[in-house]
């Protein structure tokens, strides 16, 4: 079989994830192309994934557009700032290519759906990297909600409460804009927005927030909270932070139920810190075996799986677990909070479209 072929877009921090996942996924996946406006950077990925392959096959652009045009190539990953993800995702998919995009997908509702709706009518798969979601405590935790383990669920709660420092913001100047990035609702805490709205059932009635910028000089919130109803009755809280002095404390999710309770804590929201159900069908030994070493950063393992799931998407022509669909429901609930701390009201969903531009209306 021919393996799919792979180009980065966007060679910055989080990139060598996507460098150690296509050659984790070497049997199917071959990386040929790299892209960044800075070339340095795109040769640094290039060449560290020709020395773990120890062959010559990427080829280095400093145009996207460019790269498409002369590359043969069948799936693109973007890593680029997170404002500018939807543009060349839209441009890739309107060109035949399947797309692997980090997270947040875009920054408006409007944008997220257009990408949803270019995956359908080009007949691309599109997969959003909330790469937390394949964490086995993780997946464990999902299989206990879908066989109802937890009889009703009553609430929810994802905390994040690390340290980002200023010179995290001045090493990337677009980080903390409302242009290219948002918050640290929006940047750090997605992903365990992602997994609290998974597990709570997904479909949100009401989003209210409060947040500020305490002590960082940028323009989205450095402390957020969210207060989600879900249609289903379920309550979620989210605390997020990038000031917890004098480093990151923690990244937890738990879920209480009327027949269980799940902390999940670690680095990475890796490790069980509580799981109790009134079925007792796990032992010891087995909750110890459901949980993930600890990895070196915050950012965990999943990135690996997450590109395993969407080439078996593509080779059996199923949606990846993380779709464009998937993607928007973290997106619409911290956007919906952004809302809300601009109105100082609940947002209802639906709502109309926004954006993270829009807060720039915010009065200081
Ligand atoms: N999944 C995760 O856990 C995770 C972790 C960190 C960051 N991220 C996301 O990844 C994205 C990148 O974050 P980062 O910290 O790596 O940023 P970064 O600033 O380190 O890297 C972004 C890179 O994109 C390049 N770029 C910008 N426009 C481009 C274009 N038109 N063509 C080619 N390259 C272009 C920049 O030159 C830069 O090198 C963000 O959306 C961020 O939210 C995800």
């Known amino acids: 079989m021919e393996k799919l072929k792979f180009a980065i877009i966007g060679c910055g921090r989080i990139s060598y994830k996507h460098v150690e996942a296509l050659y984790r ?25 020709e020395n773990l392959i120890n062959r010559k096959t990427v080829n280095t652009y400093k145009d996207y557009k460019e ?49 949803i709706d270019c995956s359908k009518k080009n007949n691309v798969k599109l997969s959003i990297c909330h790469q937390n979601r394949f964490n086995k405590c993780i997946v464990d935790l999902r299989k206990a909600v879908e066989s109802n383990r937890f009889g009703k669920l009553i609430n929810g709660t994802a905390r994040i409460l690390w340290n980002r420092n200023m010179d995290y913001y001045i090493q990337a100047p677009w980080r903390g804009t409302w242009k290219l990035d948002g918050g640290t609702l929006m940047n750090q805490c ?22 500020d910028t305490f002590i960082r000089d940028i323009e989205g919130e450095d402390f957020g909270t969210i207060l989600i109803r879900f249609k289903n009755g379920a309550i979620g809280i989210v605390e997020g932070s990038a000031c917890v002095y004098p480093k990151n404390l923690e990244e937890t999710l738990s879920i209480f139920g009327e027949n269980g ?15 109790r159900f009134t079925d007792n069908l796990d032992s010891e030994v087995k909750i110890l075996k459901m949980q993930d070493q600890d990895p070196d950063t915050v950012y965990g393992f999943g990135h690996q799986s997450l590109f395993k799931d969407v080439i078996d998407a593509i080779l059996n022509n199923t949606e990846p677990l993380i779709n464009g669909v998937e993607g928007k429901k973290a997106l619409s609930i911290i956007l919906a909070a952004y809302k809300s701390r601009l109105t100082g009201l609940p947002t209802k ?16």
């Open 261 to 275: 309770t799940v902390c999940i804590g670690g680095i990475a929201v890796n490790k069980i810190e509580n799981w």
């Open 349 to 364: 969903f639906p709502f109309d479209n926004f954006s993270t531009i829009d807060m720039e209306n915010l009065k200081k």
């Open 190 to 211: 997605i992903h365990n927005i992602d997994l609290l709205q998974w597990m709570m059932g997904g479909e949100v009635d009401t989003v209210y927030s409060q947040c």
């Open 25 to 49: 996924n070497v049997e199917e996946a071959d990386l040929v192309a790299t892209c960044d406006i800075i070339i340095d950077k795109a040769i640094q990925r290039k060449t560290e994934y």
């Open 67 to 115: 790269m498409i045009l002369r590359e043969n190539i069948d799936v693109i990953t973007i890593a680029t700032e997170s404002g500018y993800h939807a543009e060349i995702a839209l441009y890739a998919m309107n060109a035949g290519k399947h797309v692997i995009c980090e997270k947040p997908m875009a920054l408006s509702i409007k944008d997220a759906q257009k990408m």
